[in-house]
């Protein structure tokens, strides 16, 4: 099975600072990697498909990167809103797989 | 809209069943691949197991193996998940979650979530 490795496991930021998470698969995925929001309460949201797209109606200051087995989710200028813990998940093999999870804290 | 709406959970002891279903509407429910995902509390989101759109392929996490039993009705636009022999770790609130189907990948990313159902597994 393939082994999603997140990092960091939590971090505390300002309103407006550049935030990057990173993910690594323990072998190689292509760009089947997804990002979701987790609010506490409320249903995971899928922000980035296939490792850069941007689903819609996700604000653009959200992005992803990478191919291969290193992948990076980046907030450009953090809003208080996106306090949340934040998943990486791997499409690529038949038993599917999430990251530890990232704790985003303002 | 989406609507994904499950229900079926509650408490148990180690050892019984329990049934989980899910209500789809909004979208050709025939037409996409289905997943149940947990979260115990806590901890992070697990994939617990998913069915493609005809039934032809059925998948599990090795934890759940041997023991849970997805299955869907097209017709009643319903996903299920038997949950048998069940332990304390899969105490957790489980969701139904829709495919996105973009790709001809058995998989692709989840699109659609619903809000979840807890299962309680204590003695």
């Given amino acids: 099975d393939i082994q999603m490795t997140q990092s960091p496991s939590s971090l505390s930021a300002s309103v407006g600072d550049r935030v990057t998470i990173t993910c690594r698969a323990s072998q190689t995925i292509g760009t089947s990697l997804n990002w979701y929001q987790v609010k506490t309460g409320k249903a995971p949201k899928l922000l980035i498909y296939g ?56 | 809209e989406v609507q994904l709406v499950e229900s079926g959970g509650g408490s148990v002891q180690p050892g019984r069943s329990l049934r989980l279903s899910c209500a789809a509407s909004g979208f050709r429910f025939d037409d996409d691949a289905m997943h149940w995902v947990r979260q115990a509390p806590g901890k992070g989101l697990q994939w617990v197991s998913g069915i493609s759109w005809n039934s032809g392929t059925l998948e599990y996490a090795d934890s759940v193996k ?58």
């Fill in chain 2, 66 to 123: 041997g023991r849970f039993i997805i299955s869907r009705d097209n017709a009643k636009k319903s996903l299920y998940l038997q949950m048998n022999y069940l332990r304390p770790e899969d105490t957790a609130l489980y969701y139904c979650v829709k495919d996105a189907g973009r790709t001809p990948r058995v998989w692709d990313e989840f699109d659609n979530w619903g809000q979840g159902t807890p299962v309680t597994v204590s003695s």
């Fill in chain 1, 51 to 106: 490792a850069s797209t941007l689903q819609s109606g996700v604000p653009s200051r959200f992005s992803g990167s990478g191919s291969g087995t290193d992948f990076t989710l980046t907030i450009s200028s953090l809003q208080s809103v996106d306090s949340a813990t934040y998943y990486c998940q791997q499409s690529y093999s038949i038993a599917l797989s999430f990251g530890g999870g990232t704790r985003v804290e303002i």
